[in-house]
């Protein structure tokens, strides 16, 4: 017999969508780009050739048109793992339960899900400007002692080479993205790399205002991190979370990522918005 969710599992909405995202499955077209910024929805969908669903609850926004003929869900997130979490969760919760009977579809569903975000460069070659699609996503917050996850030998390599040179009294986590949307959007000028999700963005990114980090060094640590033939470039806040919850789902996800600082040489870039344009094109056209 199929596990009916109960309603405090999964909540609905008195008008049949799901709860946070605010979304029924008819919004949802199967390739979703993901951003974390509310305000740059807009920003992708004013490219689109028609809009023609807008909703909107709390930090997530979502446009769903078309862009040359192809159906697209552009979403914000806001930022942290955290919301990752219920991101995917209510995401995949569209497509592979009927939301009317609780129960899980008999066919399995996987859609694309594209990260387009802003991230920092921890190594010296990588500047400020340059566009990077990750490979490998590690994650340093704490999302993954909550579920249990089968890790590739490759994974656990990568996780443990981090967890020694942080002494942290945790392992990470770590996992690979799509090779097929990969394949798809990692050319022309996109390099690949390896990105760290930090769980937060001064005391964890190593940065000092008021507070004193616990590993200043942070940065340079893990620049210096190489595990199965894989060094760590760059960092931000939510990749790792999307691959980890992409695997376990049966999802296709890629985090592309706007190099907008160099931590390595602390430079930034003079226009960051135009960064993000450059790799927004490069999304729309590619995807």
């Known amino acids: 017999m199929t596990k009916v969710i109960p309603s405090?599992?999964?909540i609905i909405n008195p008008d049949g969508s799901i709860?946070?995202?605010?979304?029924?499955?008819?919004?949802?077209?199967?390739?979703?780009?993901?951003?974390?910024?509310?305000?740059?929805?807009?920003?992708?969908?004013?490219?689109?050739?028609?809009?023609?669903?807008?909703?909107?609850?709390?930090?997530?926004v979502t446009h769903t048109g078309t862009y040359k003929g192809k159906r697209l869900t552009v979403m914000s997130t806001g930022m942290g793992?955290?919301?990752?979490?219920?991101?995917?969760?209510?995401?995949?919760a569209l497509v592979n339960i009927d939301l009317q009977t609780r129960k899980l579809k008999p066919k399995h569903s996987s859609l694309e899900i594209i990260r387009v975000g802003t991230s920092?460069?921890?190594?010296?070659?990588?500047?400020?400007?340059?566009?990077?699609?990750?490979?490998?996503?590690?994650g340093l917050d704490t999302l993954m002692q909550?579920?249990?996850?089968?890790?590739?030998?490759?994974?656990?390599?990568?996780a443990e080479a981090v967890q020694k040179a942080l002494g942290l009294q945790?392992?990470?986590?770590?996992?690979?993205g799509s090779g097929a949307l990969m394949g798809k959007l990692c050319k022309g000028e996109v390099i690949e790399g390896n990105t760290v999700t930090c769980p937060g963005f001064f005391g964890p990114q190593g940065r000092e205002v008021r507070l004193k980090p616990a590993i200043p060094d942070i940065?340079?640590?893990?620049?210096?991190v190489v595990a199965g033939g894989v060094q760590l470039t760059n960092f931000e806040m939510e990749t790792a979370g999307y691959y980890a919850m992409g695997k376990m789902l049966g999802h296709e996800v890629l985090?592309?990522?706007a190099i907008v600082a160099n931590r390595i040489t602390r430079e930034f870039v003079e226009d960051a918005d135009k960064v993000m344009e450059k790799l927004i094109l490069h999304t729309l056209e590619n995807v």
């Open 8 to 10: 405090s599992e999964l």
């Open 19 to 60: 709860y946070h995202l605010n979304l029924k499955p008819e919004f949802l077209a199967s390739t979703v780009i993901t951003v974390g910024d509310p305000e740059r929805v807009s920003k992708i969908t004013q490219y689109f050739d028609e809009v023609e669903l807008k909703v909107s609850k709390r930090e997530f």
């Open 81 to 92: 793992t955290d919301n990752i979490e219920i991101f995917m969760t209510e995401l995949d």
């Open 120 to 138: 920092g460069s921890m190594r010296k070659d990588i500047p400020a400007g340059a566009l990077l699609a990750t490979d490998y996503g590690i």
């Open 146 to 158: 909550y579920y249990n996850a089968a890790y590739s030998s490759k994974e656990l390599a990568i």
């Open 170 to 176: 945790f392992r990470p986590y770590c996992f690979k």
């Open 219 to 224: 940065i340079e640590r893990l620049s210096k």
């Open 255 to 257: 985090s592309l990522n």
